[in-house]
């Protein structure tokens, strides 16, 4: 049976109400609603617009995490990490830095797309990584020689034991003249494995070498391979346009944490002439998303950024040009189900990153991106907020942002100052 819906306003914007809609769009499941809107200005005949919206039978994990931020480049005043359930509109903080001393946080990252266990960082005077198991927070700090260092891009082992780190030394600089506003970029980095039940970390010469950048880590689905990019170190930032980072990957054992000692290449950048970073296999690890640029690791800030799939059984790579725009497209995260990636882009106005949702099938064709939808049309219009990592998760956090304030605060650091293995 065909149903119909009719909304009337007077100020060019309305909501549909929950119950209509959710009974609308079960129905509309495997097809379309066709929506036919009729306006009128001043003094004007009416006029008609009419599209399609197409529903997908695959369900998307209820929430998506993100940390808003004020697009700037050096400074900041107000950030946070938020939580947005996509079923409705409700967004809450998790943690947002007016409660912490204006400290930065950044990289939360979850095992296995659960609210329960996650971490996050935070800069400042409340340094350090914040683990965090259902109500439970556990700070660790690193030391490198004698010196402070940070974990910084992360990624947790399935079994939810390991959690893979690089540790980056990054600059910053501006551009006089380019369409590029300015350049982010390593001038050493290393991928280190921390260990959360022996609480010590580890790595292997493969990992972390003087010889080449190492970084943006990644575990694969069934937890037996660690996937990274890593492109030769040069002097920087004189030759910052000539780093370029290979897609590698290594076995990994979780029974004992032992590295393997051949690498595989699956991005090779000299034959692409591209930079890959980010990658990220799709849950039932059949593909393989990642984001590539001319050159560098600070894809967020680059116009050609765009992002590629590889279908790791037939080793084919779609360039998505459904899905990409003429700017960014950054940082992505699969839903737990492999029919839904959310990523980040500048396709609006180049300057604020937003959260876009694509649909993939089961042939991993992409649908049309879309933007996450707010209560109010000019929600994007009004905010002065980029999104920035959004990570899908099927449950939610439930570590009251009480306990991380006090956390902060109250905490002590384990400070991890010998790496085995190099």
Known sequence: ???????????????????????????????????????????????????PIYVSRDSVDAYLVYRRIFPGYRMWNEMGIYQRCVENYVEKSVLNNQSTNNSCMNCHAFCERQGEQMLFHQRGSHNGTYLIDHRQVKKIALERDGKPASFVYPYWHPSGRYVAFSTNETHQDFHLSDENRIEVYDVESDVLIYDTEKERVFSSPLLASMACYETFPNFTPDGNYLLFCSADSVCMPENYRDVRYNLLRVAFDPEDGSIGTQVDTLYNAREAGRSVKFPRVSPDGKRLLYTVSDYGNFSIWHKDADLHMLDLSTGAIDSL?????????????????????????????????????????ERGQCGKPFLLPQASPDYYECSLFS????????????????????????????????????
């Open 1 to 51: 049976m065909n149903r119909e819906l009719i909304i009337a306003a007077d100020q060019g914007a309305f909501n549909l109400p929950d119950t209509d809609w959710k009974i609308l769009s079960q129905d509309a499941q495997g097809k379309q609603i066709d929506v036919t809107v009729y306006f009128r200005e001043p003094q004007s005949d009416w006029k008609q617009m009419s599209f």
């Open 321 to 361: 040009p459904e899905v990409n725009s003429p700017d960014v497209e950054s940082y992505h995260s699969w839903s737990g189900n492999s029919r839904w990636f959310v990523f980040s882009s500048r396709r609006d106005d180049g300057l604020f990153t937003r959260p876009y949702l694509v649909h993939v099938n």
């Open 387 to 422: 999104f920035n990592v959004p990570e899908f998760i099927h449950t939610p956090v439930i570590i009251s942002k009480e306990r991380l304030v006090e956390a902060s605060r109250k905490e002590d650091t384990t400070t991890i100052k010998h790496i085995e293995g190099i």
